[in-house]
C-alpha cells in the first residue's frame, strides 16, 4: 500500500518557467512533509520540508503548498534552472521518525 | 566524518552469495536508516536504528535481510543467498533527532548491488 504517491514519472519545463511537482498522501496521521532532489549517482538531498499545521512554506525559489483536506502538496520552482534537473522525492512522517517516501518525478529543465 | 559514509559504492555478485554492506553515520546522529531503491522504483524503507531502543524491522523484504548498528555509529546491512530482485542501490542516512521540527535526514551515496 502506497502512502505517498507522485503520480507523475517525469515533467519537463522550460528555463525561466514554473516547475510544479505533486504529491498525494493517505495518511492522515503524518505531521511532517518533506522534499528531497537526487542526482545520479548520489544520495537523496533535503531540499524543503513543511509542517502539518501550515499550508505554506518558502524557501528562495522553492515553495511547498499543503492542503489537508485534500492530502495534496506541491513543490514550485520558479523560476526553474537546468541545474533543476533531478529526480525530487516527496516523503511524509508519522510521528516517528521514519520517512516513507513517494515514488519520485524526474524533472527536466531545457534551455 | 562530514557526511554519510557508505562501502562499497559498487558490489557485484552472484546469486546465492551473502553480501555485507556498511554504513559510517554523521558523528553525534543518533538514528541511522537504510531504504534501497530498485530500478525504476523509489525509495523503499527497510529498517531504523534509533539511540538504544528496538529497531524498526518493518520494511525488511524476508528473512534473508538483517542489520546491526555498534551503539550510534557504524551498521552493517547483510543480505544473505541474494537473488536477482535483490539488485538494487542501498541508501543509508542518518539523522539527528529530539529536537523538535522535521528531522532531515543526510543520505550517504550509496551502494549498488548486481546480483548476478
Known amino acids: 500500500d502506497q502512502q505517498v504517491k507522485q503520480n507523475s514519472p517525469s515533467l519537463s519545463v522550460q528555463e525561466g518557467r514554473i516547475s510544479i511537482l505533486n504529491c498525494d498522501y493517505t495518511?492522515?496521521?503524518?505531521?511532517?512533509f518533506l522534499w528531497y532532489k537526487k542526482y545520479p549517482a548520489e544520495g537523496p538531498t533535503f531540499l524543503i520540508s513543511?509542517?502539518?499545521?501550515?499550508d505554506k512554506n518558502e524557501d528562495g525559489r522553492f515553495t511547498v503548498f499543503l492542503n489537508k483536506s485534500a492530502k495534496h502538496l506541491s513543490l514550485h520552482i520558479v523560476p526553474s534552472q537546468p541545474g533543476d534537473s533531478a529526480v525530487y522525492f516527496c516523503?511524509?512522517?508519522?510521528?516517528?521518525?521514519?520517512?516513507?517516501f513517494g515514488t519520485g518525478t524526474r524533472l527536466q529543465v531545457f534551455p | 566524518g562530514a557526511g554519510v559514509s557508505q562501502s562499497p559504492s559498487n558490489k557485484v555478485t552472484e546469486k546465492g552469495k551473502d553480501v555485507e554492506l556498511r554504513c559510517d553515520p554523521i558523528?553525534?546522529?543518533?538514528?541511522l536508516y537504510w531504504y534501497r531503491q530498485r530500478l525504476g522504483q523509489g525509495l523503499e524503507f527497510l529498517i531504523y536504528?534509533?539511540?538504544?531502543?528496538?529497531?524498526?524491522k518493518s520494511g525488511l523484504p524476508s528473512d534473508r535481510f538483517s542489520a546491526e548498528r555498534t551503539g550510534e555509529s557504524v551498521s552493517t546491512l547483510t543480505i544473505q543467498r541474494t537473488q536477482q530482485e535483490d539488485s538494487a542501490v542501498y541508501l543509508c542516512?542518518?539523522?539527528?533527532?529530539?529536537?523538535?521540527?522535521?528531522?532531515?535526514?543526510?543520505f550517504g551515496a550509496g551502494s549498488r548491488l548486481t546480483v548476478l
Open positions: 542516512a542518518s539523522s539527528w533527532t529530539g529536537m523538535a521540527g522535521a528531522n532531515v535526514l543526510t
Open positions: 495518511n492522515s496521521m503524518f505531521d511532517y
Open positions: 513543511i509542517s502539518s499545521i501550515k
Open positions: 516523503a511524509a512522517r508519522e510521528n516517528t521518525d521514519k520517512l516513507i
Open positions: 558523528s553525534g546522529h543518533t538514528a
Open positions: 536504528f534509533q539511540g538504544n531502543s528496538a529497531p524498526d
